[in-house]
């Protein structure tokens, strides 16, 4: 079993910076691919960022790239994502996943591709 708990979210102006946390208990993720989702009001879960055991292959959405920067310690069950220059279309909720399946990066994508997520953290990003 794997609980997921983020943390950081809060209330920030446009051009601003956030960073969030994604604890991991119940066993270690050090073999786990983990990755960033957000949620908007009344819209679908959309990707943000997914990052390998390692650290060192990520992806991004395209909103976010040049923004965001996924990272992990390689041998700490914690992944964060360090979020600069925040829009208002950031404005979300933000979920951290894990799933224990070799990283491609195109299928972390997906949501049925990972099989824990936590419950969330708010961002919200004023103009």
């Known amino acids: 079993q794997v609980q997921l708990v983020e943390s950081g979210g809060g209330l920030v102006q446009a051009g601003g910076s956030l960073s969030l946390s994604c604890a991991a208990s119940g066993r270690t993720l050090s073999s786990y691919a983990m990755g960033w989702f957000r949620q908007a009001p009344g819209k679908e879960r959309e990707f943000v960022a997914s990052?390998?055991?390692?650290?060192?292959?990520?992806y991004y959405a395209d909103s976010v790239k040049g923004r965001f920067t996924i990272s992990r310690p390689k041998a700490k069950n914690a992944m964060y994502l360090q979020m600069n220059t925040l829009k208002p279309e950031d404005t979300a909720v933000y979920y951290c996943a894990a799933d224990s399946s070799p990283y491609n990066a195109i299928k972390t994508m997906a949501l049925d591709y990972w099989d824990y997520w936590g419950q969330g953290t708010q961002v919200t990003v004023s103009s």
């Open positions: 990052v390998n055991w390692s650290g060192i292959s990520t």
